[in-house]
């Protein structure tokens, strides 16, 4: 059993930044592939970004291209989002995952359907 636990989130105006951390228990982090996901009030909950299992490969969604940031320190458990030059549609509550499957192969996983593991969320707001 993984547990998840992000931080981070947070208000901030138009055009600023964030950084999210997502926490992992369990001595297996270095083995899975972790995402980060985003659900807006009305919305289903989507892709935002994902890394492979030793960060060599990640992969974001259009919408976030070139303002997020996915990382991850295996020495820490920890996976973060760099969130950059912010804007109100990326309001939302962010979910970090892991997909347990696929080691060693270095996958790369966009779908909810393919995490066996959910974090709590945490709330991100950003005003205009």
């Known amino acids: 059993q993984v547990q998840l636990v992000e931080s981070g989130g947070g208000l901030v105006q138009a055009g600023g930044s964030l950084k999210l951390s997502c926490s992992a228990s369990?001595?297996?982090?270095?083995?899975?592939?972790m995402g980060w996901f985003r659900q807006a009030p009305g919305k289903e909950r989507e892709f935002v970004a994902t890394?492979?299992?030793?960060?060599?490969?990640?992969s974001y969604a259009d919408s976030v291209k070139g303002r997020f940031t996915i990382s991850r320190d295996n020495a820490k458990n920890t996976v973060y989002l760099q969130l950059n030059s912010l804007k109100p549609e990326d309001t939302a509550v962010y979910y970090c995952?892991?997909?347990?499957?696929?080691?060693?192969?270095?996958?790369?996983?966009?779908?909810?359907?393919?995490?066996?593991?959910w974090g709590q969320g945490t709330q991100v707001t950003v005003s205009s």
């Open positions: 890394i492979s299992f030793s960060g060599g490969s990640t």
């Open positions: 995952a892991a997909n347990s499957k696929g080691y060693p192969l270095p996958v790369l996983s966009t779908t909810i359907r393919s995490y066996d593991y």
């Open positions: 369990g001595r297996t982090f270095s083995r899975y592939c």
